[in-house]
Every structure is written in C-alpha cells, then in structure tokens.
C-alpha cells in the first residue's frame, strides 16, 4: 500500500513528511521521557513478593498482592456491565436509529455531555447511589458500576463509529439474501464492527485503571485480600495516589505500583487486541 | 456463539457466588466479631490502618474497614451513622459536641524551606509578612535576591486552622503563589523549588528529610521543629488527632478506641512519624 | 418492518439497553441539581459570577476565575493535542514502516490507561520545576497544559488511527490511480472520509480535558485568580471540587455542586454549538 504512493519530491509533500514524522517523534520522546523515569525509579522493587504480598507499614514496604486483586475486579465489574450495555446501545444508535432522528442526535449529544463530567462528580453520584441508596456500601461493586458509568460514553461512541465503517454493501447483500438483521447483526456487522469495539475497549479500559477520584469515594481505601465484591478494595491507582501524596517515604513503592499498572494495561491491551484479530475479525474476508 | 454464551453463564455464576458472602456487624458477648467502618482524615488514615490490620491479627472474626474523605466527611457519617467512627485531624469544634471524641496522637505543623536556602529561621513577625506579601523577595530575610514562592494550604484542611490560629491570620489574606492539598505534595513543591516556603505536618517532614529529600524544617517561636519537641509539648503549633462517635461507643467500636488509645499501639504511632498521647 | 421474530426482539432489547444509558445521564444531572439546589436558593445564580472572590467559608462564592481557568487549560490542551494526534495517526497508517508502526500504535494505547494521579506526580515532580527555573513560582496554566496534553492525544490519537483504518480501500486505490501524491491523498481524500471518527475523538478528548482533575490539582498552583500569562499559576473548576469537597459542609459543599453544574453546562455548549456547526454535514 505505502510503496504504490511514491514520496513525490514536489515541496509540499516534503514539508509535510517532515512535519509527520517530527509529531511521531515528539510524541515518542516525550513519552519515553515520561515512561523512562517510572522504569528508572520503579524497576529496582519489582519481585516476586511485591506483586503477591500484602501491603505492610502504610504501604511502604511488602507488596501490593490484594491490590492487584481488587483492581482485577473491579475493572471485570465495570466491563461485565458497560460492554452490554454499550454495545447495544451503539448498535442501536449505528444500526436502528436514522441520522436525522431526534432521539439518535439526543442520545449521541447526552452521552458526549456525559464523557466530560468531571471524575470526582461520578465518585460522589456513585457514593449516592450506589453506595448510600442501593445500599452497597464502600464495595467493589459500587466502584466497579461508578466506572461503568464513566466508561460507557467512550465505549458506545466508538463502537457506534466502528458500525459506521461498515459498507453499506454488507447489509444490502443481506437483506437480498433473506437473512434476519439479528443473524446480519451477530454473524456480519458484529466481526466487522471490531476495530471501532476494540479502540472503544482499549480507551474504556484505559480509563477505568486509570480512575482515582471517583473509586476513593466508591470502593475504598481498604487494602486488604477482598473476600467478596461486596467487600471494600483499593484499586491501584488509588494505591499509587496514597503512596506518592499522602503516605511519606512511599515514592519508592508508588513507581514500582506504576510500573506494575503500565504492564498490566500492555497485557490486557495485548490479549485484547489478539482476540479480536483472531477471534471475531478473522471470520470475514475484507475485499 | 457457544464460547461467548459459556462465557456469559461463566461469569455470571462467579458474579453471584463471589457477591454471596457479605458482612453484618455483630458483638455478641466476649467474642469480638463483625466489621467496624471508620472513615475521615487522610491524615489518619494510613495510622488507624495499620493499628487495624493489628486489632484483626489479635482478634480474627473482626473486621476493620479504613476508608479517607477528609475530616468533616468524617465527622457527617459519625452524625449520620454512615461510619461507626470518624477520624478527625484537628481540635474538635464547638458545634461538634454531640460526638464523643477520644484523642489518639499528637502532631505539629511546621513551616518548611528548600536545603539550599541559607535563611536558617524566620520570626514569627517575617512569616506573617512573607504569608500575607509583605515581604516577596527572599533578600529581606536574609537570604539570596529571589522572589518567594508561597505555598499555602487548601481550604478547610486541619493544617491550615492551626497555622491560621497561631499567626492570627485569616485565609483572605493570605497571597499564594502555590495552594497544596495534601502534605507530601507540600514537599515536593519545596522540594522542588529553591525558593519556596511552605508548611506541613511535622511527621510528614521530618520522615522525608531524613530520608534524603532537599527539604528543611523551620524552627517556630524559637523551639525546633520535630517529633521529640512535640512530645514535650514544647512545640507552640501542635493538633490533636481524634476518633469521633456518635453516641458513646458501646462493643466492637468501644474495643477498638481502647485499643488505640493503649500503649500497645505507641510503636505503630512513632512509625507513622505521630507522637503518642499517653506519655 | 422485518418480519423474523428475533429481529422484534433484538429491537426490544436494545431499546432496553439504551434507556439505561440515557437514565443514567438524566441520574447525574438529577444528583448534581438536587445537591446544588439548596446554595441556588440562599445565594442565587447571579452572585456565582459577580462576587469579589472565591472564600466560601466567607461567604463569596465567585466562579469566574476558575471557569477561565478551566478554559484556557482546556483550549490549550485540545488545540496542541488535535493536530500531533491526528498526525500520529496519520504516521501510523501512511508514513512508518509496518515495523515502526505497531509498536508506536501500541505506545499510545498504554499511555492511555496510565492514572492521573502518575502523570500528576510526574508533571510535580520533574516538569514543575523546569518551569519554575525558567519562570517562578513553576506550578502554572502551561504546566497544566503540558500534562493535559500528554493525557488527551492518546484518545484523539486512538480515534483517529480508528478512523483511518475504515477508509475504504477503494478511495485510497483511487487516489494512487489519479497519481495523487501521499501528502494530497491523506488531505483530501483521507480526511474528509475520515471526518465523523475525528469529530467524535476531538469530542472525547475535550471531554477528557474539562473533566481532569487529579493531575491538573498536582501541576497548576491552584491559586483562584484568572491567569494573565502562560506561568501564572491558576485552579480549574475540577480542581476546586477535588480540593474542597472533602471539608466542606452545607453550602460550601453545594456551591461546589454548583461548579459541576458549570462544567457540565460547559460541555454542553461546546456539544451544542459542535452539532449546529456541523447539522449533518458530519454525520451525513
């Protein structure tokens, strides 16, 4: 693909391959700048015993084991509801609704008002209402649907514009060959859809680990081993927050939890990624 | 379709099965059992932690959950009965009478200099100058020709009341180039600036400074800032730090403020960098 | 309507699932309204804007400042982050070699789902004073912009990539057939197929710039005073919420309540005018 668009020596195709490639690395040095300095200070506590010990000492010293615990579950909550949630409504949003509707302009105009309230004003919603009306209490669960919440703005938004991409073709030949829009939906769209679900995954992800305001007031500060998901657990952002803010002597441990989170998020992205190449995406042949 | 539905069924049954289990609060004769929800001062937080993990070691069928929210969040869900016990970071205020309130440790509050400044002590006189932009430049104190920068505490913190007690200052005057929250982003803002200023609590920045961060405590009203002077009440600027209940506190809650409040947790408190009430 | 049995269902189903996703956006705005009600009715709207200063324990109660902080951070931050994402994109798919560009692309993905709270620490601990020894006091607006940058181009950049990968290969064929060199190609034919997934990513990141808080508490100074230059420390509206909420009681705790309000009435401005300037064209 790239080697049948010749690089034209003409003036403007030059500036603006120089100006692609200096944004590629500008970005890349200063992220490496940035990730650099975390692997630098963080790399020398990683063992064996701090990712599975307990917390000793405020956090200063032992492990960050029944952290990693709640941050797993919390993230599975928050996914086990926001991906049915959001897809279907993508789908319905992409699929069922007309671009001129008012309830398909409404939808997308709430959910993009909704993608930039502020993290600490979801913690205290989920501290409401999850925690205080449903009656969960400071739970896994309550932080796990509070970040649901957080998440579906991205997730539906982007999945919506992964069905966008697909040729209208595919759904004409369906409907020509008979087939119900449930089974176009599920055997078609759906594997065709992927990469928009995967990038909306990637960000929903990324942006649950990446959550500390709004988990503080919903699933807590407690670090010990969570026995149910009704029990309090600290998630790992949390965690780095105390040690590098409130706990003194605990930089040492917040970058070395850092550096945990970054490898953590390279394997979820990882496998992500992988499934849907192999999985969904492999089961239609793109022209 | 099939993985996905197996999948499905999969976590769902985990789902339940793992949200089976929940606890319930119970204090039944001598055998101490059920969970004791205490949230407040971030403060405090780590320190009533760590004494909890040891109350949960010393008796196993209970359950200590510490969660942060600030001192007065502490104080509404003691009121409210949302928390058995509220951790507050400060003296307890006149409108708060209707809480019982047990002191469990001390601390000071000091102000705070970057190493390489030369200025070695400020009278109370130059601090109330430097706060309130009096004095911007670091040379009428006695040091290099730099402009000061000024970090002051957010709103409503405990450090930032007995600061503003002592000196006889209030909050509008106060002209800030920096406003923190939290002590340790108080140290790194020193740390990190030659020419600022700034005031913490004194566990916070003894702990740091002896651990290698280019910081200095400044001495107040003559008397040099650490833990041992607040031990001996010689330090002027010192906070109480408290759990609050609500009604007295009766069983579990009742046992565990004991607890806190015995020599048996005096070690877990000078950890912290705290000083211990009793002695 | 179609006439298999599942298709009624699957209708049913997705309506279903919309309207929790619309209930919980009516949820939040409902819990911000009844939160700030009570500071609307003793001080009303007016004084929000009008007050000498921000001191709520004094009774002022005076946003502006802070909305102008939140602004300025917020412009700065999307107009320097748009263009270096979209490029980024733009190097993925068109400009790096396949072996560059994966683990470019895998880059950005990771830095994405790093906490705020580690930009946060980063930005105070090494960024802060390389500003302040270039200009005091060191925490200021473009220390905030820096780092809201640095948190905002990996959503836009990822949409974008996104976005670029569902051109239809076709167009791009095209294009090579008209003998349009790489530059020409990626301008006109790319980037107006492209238009509604890097509308939507310029949307999220602006989003994700108001909504900031914890890294923009750590690098900005948090001093309420409109900022007059690049180096003057400031405090956002989120910010603010952060720092207060814990200690605030009665209308103090409602006046910040007001502040989300704000926000979100902001955001939805900037969507508004978004769907009026665009009214089809994007979604056409």
């Not at chain 1, 069905?163 to 073709?169: K, W």
Request: charged fraction near 15%.
């Amino acid at each position: 693909m790239v080697k049948t668009l010749e690089r034209n020596l003409d003036g403007r195709e030059l500036f603006a391959s120089i100006l692609v490639w200096s944004a590629a690395a500008l970005v890349t040095a200063t992220f490496c700048w940035f990730l650099g300095d975390i692997i630098w200070h963080g790399l020398s506590q990683i063992s064996w015993t701090f990712l599975t010990a307990p917390p000793r000492n405020a956090g200063r010293e032992g492990g960050i084991g029944p952290i990693l615990v709640s941050t797993a579950l919390i993230l599975g909550v928050c996914l086990a509801v926001s991906l049915p949630i959001g897809v279907g409504t993508a789908v319905l949003l992409a699929e069922f609704t007309t671009d001129a509707s008012l309830f398909g302009r409404l939808t997308r105009r709430s959910l993009d008002v909704l993608s930039g309230v502020p993290s600490i004003v979801f913690g205290l919603f989920g501290n409401a209402v999850f925690c205080k009306m449903l009656g969960l209490g400071f739970s896994i669960l309550s932080g796990g649907l509070t970040l649901a919440c957080m998440v579906l703005p991205i997730l539906i938004r982007s999945t919506e514009e992964g069905f966008r991409a697909v040729p209208a073709g595919y759904r004409l030949s369906a409907a020509a060959l008979g087939l119900s829009r449930t089974t176009t939906l599920f055997h078609l769209l759906l594997p065709a859809a992927v990469p928009g679900l995967l990038v909306g995954l990637v960000l929903g992800v990324g942006r649950a680990t990446a959550e500390t305001a709004a988990l503080i007031f919903t699933s807590g500060y407690v670090d010990r081993m969570p026995e149910s998901l009704l029990d309090s657990g600290r998630a790992l952002s949390i965690h780095i927050f105390d040690l590098s803010m409130n706990v003194s002597g605990g930089d040492a441990n917040a970058y070395a939890s850092a550096l945990v989170l970054v490898a953590f998020l390279l394997l979820i992205n990882g496998t992500a990624s992988w499934l849907a190449e192999h999985w969904l995406h492999r089961r239609i042949v793109t022209i | 379709m099939t993985k996905c539905t197996t999948l499905v069924v999969l976590s769902m049954a985990g789902l339940i099965a793992a949200s089976a289990s929940a606890g319930a609060q119970s204090t039944t004769g001598d055998q101490l059992a059920g969970k004791l929800v205490i949230t407040g001062a971030s403060t405090l937080a780590p320190l009533i932690a760590e004494i909890g993990k040891r109350f949960e070691s010393l008796h196993p069928t209970v359950r200590i959950d510490v969660q942060s929210g600030g001192s007065s969040r502490g104080v509404a869900d003691a009121r409210q009965g949302l928390a058995d016990i509220g951790m507050v970071s400060r003296a307890m205020k006149e409108d708060e009478r209707d809480l019982s309130a047990f002191p469990v440790a001390r601390d000071g509050v000091c102000p705070i200099l970057h190493q390489k400044n030369p200025v070695q002590a400020l009278t109370d006189e130059q601090i109330v100058a430097i706060y309130t932009g009096k004095i911007t430049n670091w040379k009428a104190v006695g040091g290099n020709d730099a402009p000061i920068t000024v970090a002051n505490k957010a709103e409503g913190r405990s450090t930032l009341e007995v600061f503003l007690h002592y000196f006889k200052l209030k909050n509008v005057d106060i002209k800030a180039q920096v406003v923190i929250g939290d002590n340790e982003q108080g140290v790194k803002t020193v740390a990190g600036n030659r020419n600022a200023i700034g005031y913490v609590s004194i566990g916070t920045a003894e702990y740091d400074a002896t651990h290698g961060v280019p910081i200095k405590l400044l001495p107040v009203g003559g008397v040099a800032a650490s833990t041992e002077s607040v031990r001996t009440g010689a330090f002027p600027l010192s906070r109480p730090l408290h759990l609050a209940t609500r009604p007295s506190p009766s069983g579990l809650a009742k046992a565990f403020i004991d607890y806190t409040q015995s020599k048996a947790v005096h070690d877990l408190i000078r950890e912290q960098y705290f000083v211990p009430l009793a002695d | 309507m179609s006439r298999w049995p599942t298709d009624r269902l699957l209708l049913w189903l997705l309506r279903g699932v919309a309207a929790i996703a619309g209930a919980i956006v009516l949820l939040i705005v409902t819990f911000l309204v009844m939160e700030a009600l009570p500071v609307l009715r003793h001080v009303g709207v007016a004084r929000f804007f009008t007050d000498p200063s921000w001191h709520p324990t004094e009774g002022f109660y005076n946003l502006t400042p802070m909305l102008w902080g939140t602004l300025f951070a917020m412009v700065g931050s999307v107009l320097i982050a748009t263009p270096l994402g979209i490029l980024s994109a733009v190097f993925c798919h068109y400009y790096a070699p396949p072996v560059i560009a994966r683990p470019y692309r895998r880059l950005i993905e990771l830095l994405s789902g790093i906490p705020s709270v580690v930009y946060g620490f980063w930005g105070l601990v090494v960024l802060v004073p390389l500003i302040g020894a270039i200009h005091p006091p060191g925490p200021s607006l473009l220390a905030g912009i820096v780092i809201l940058t640095i948190m905002i181009l990996p959503t836009i950049a990822l949409m974008a990539d996104a976005s670029l990968a569902n051109v239809p290969q076709q167009y791009l064929r095209g294009a090579a057939a008209l003998g349009l060199p790489r530059w020409a190609t990626v301008r006109g034919v790319v980037f107006p197929a492209a238009k509604s997934g890097l509308f939507t990513g310029v949307i999220l990141e602006t989003g994700r710039a108001i909504g900031e808080t914890m890294a923009i508490l750590m690098v900005c100074g948090n001093v309420v005073q409109t900022p007059h230059s690049l180096f003057d420390p400031m405090r956002t509206l989120t910010a603010n919420i952060a720092l207060e909420m814990a200690y605030a009681l009665g209308d103090h705790r409602a006046a910040l309540f007001v502040s989300g309000l704000v926000l979100m009435g902001m955001i939805a401005a900037l969507v508004g005018a978004a769907d009026w300037i665009s009214r089809g064209r994007i979604y056409g």
